[in-house]
């Protein structure tokens, strides 16, 4: 499957959210439930024509933006290396806000369910996601844990992008397990995940120090 393939399911992920809205649009209510909080009890609407074309507007631009990216990053050789990962990373990414989007007209539709749960399960298993394909990555300027110490060399990038993956598909899975702990399963996903980013790049300067003594310079050797 070619890059414009995969882009091409992202882009009819778009025309769904599109589709979806335009089907609900009539049977929404006036103020459309968009914000919960953590307990899942609404917390804020927006006006009807606002909340049903927010998400395919947003689904669009972040489509058609990733979609551009790689063809400006200065090392679009590297993104090239990895662009069947990349471009399901956009599929998956769209596939969430999808879910997202379909969660909120179905409860302003009157449907009963956890809507925290939903998105917050939906989360999980994206974060899960980031951390298997982290390892897959090669040096670039627009995916990954991107520090200064990473982007100066391959080799603080690939071990770097190692450990992250580990931590945050350990993230993912506290953050499924913490979809029974009520009002506290929001931040049972948002802690790990930013103690993964924050690991992360701790470990990427403390590596490129590390490899840089060993080698008896400054800079390990970069790939620049």
């Known amino acids: 499957m070619r890059s414009v393939q995969r882009l091409a399911v992202a882009a009819g992920l ?5 589709g979806t809205s335009a089907v609900a649009a009539p049977s929404l209510p006036e103020r459309v439930v968009t914000n919960w909080d953590a307990a899942g009890r609404p917390a804020g609407t927006l006006p009807r024509a606002t909340a049903v074309w927010l998400f395919p507007a947003l689904m669009a631009v972040l489509v058609a933006l990733l979609a551009a990216l790689p063809r400006i990053d200065p090392l679009r050789e590297n993104v090239a290396a990895f662009r069947p990962t990349y471009d399901w990373f956009v599929v998956a990414l769209s596939a969430f806000l999808l879910v997202v989007h ?123």
């Open 102 to 224: 379909g969660g909120i007209l179905a409860f302003n539709l009157g449907y009963e369910f956890p809507f925290t749960s939903l998105i917050l399960a939906g989360a999980s298993l994206l974060v899960y996601y980031i951390g298997a394909v982290l390892p897959r990555t090669e040096r670039n300027w627009f995916m990954g844990i991107r520090t200064p110490w990473t982007l100066d060399s391959d080799a603080v990038w690939d071990r770097t992008h190692r450990l992250a993956g580990r931590l945050f598909k350990l993230a993912g899975v506290v953050g499924v397990a913490g979809l029974a702990s009520g009002e506290y399963a929001v931040f049972l996903l948002v802690a790990p995940v930013v103690t993964a980013a924050v690991a992360s790049a701790a470990y990427s300067y403390v590596l490129y120090v590390r490899l840089g003594e060993d080698d008896g310079t400054a800079d390990p050797g970069a790939g620049t």
């Open 14 to 18: 778009v025309l769904v959210a599109v």
